[in-house]
């Protein structure tokens, strides 16, 4: 069903205490995490310190761990932990019956959701 979610696919296909990318033609990429306690969310993928890829960060908790120089971010705001400032966008999602939604406005802002066969 089209409308305002766009399924990007089952939650399984996400390890828990793992994340997968999603490219945006045009945009910039998505880091979709699962956490250990199975919840989800959906971040740009960049570092809000200098752009490191959040999706090959340490998951705990609802937290990553940046791979570059270790700043937490939360999964739930966005925002850099402790004494680091900075905020990275968040882009709504549920899970409903097993799949992955994501608020199709804020996911594709003004680019378009590549065909991905990861993601299909
Ligand atoms: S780029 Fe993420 S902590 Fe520096």
New binding site residues.
């Given amino acids: 069903m089209t409308g305002k979610w766009l399924d990007i696919g089952p939650v399984t296909q996400i390890e828990p205490g793992s994340a997968r990318t999603l490219p945006v033609a045009g945009g910039e990429e998505i880091a979709v995490f699962r956490t250990m306690q199975s919840e989800c969310y959906a971040l740009i993928n960049k ?1 809000p ?4 890829p959040l999706s090959q960060g340490l998951v705990h908790g609802s937290v990553v761990t ?1 791979p ?4 937490n971010i939360s999964l739930k705001t966005g925002k850099a932990l402790g004494d680091d400032e900075g905020c990275v966008p968040t882009i709504p999602m549920r899970v409903d019956a097993g799949r992955m939604l994501l608020l199709r406005e804020a996911a594709i802002g003004g680019g378009i959701i590549a065909p991905a066969d990861e993601v299909a």
Avoid: D, E, R, V
């Fill in positions: 570092c310190h200098k752009q490191g940046c570059l120089h270790n700043w």
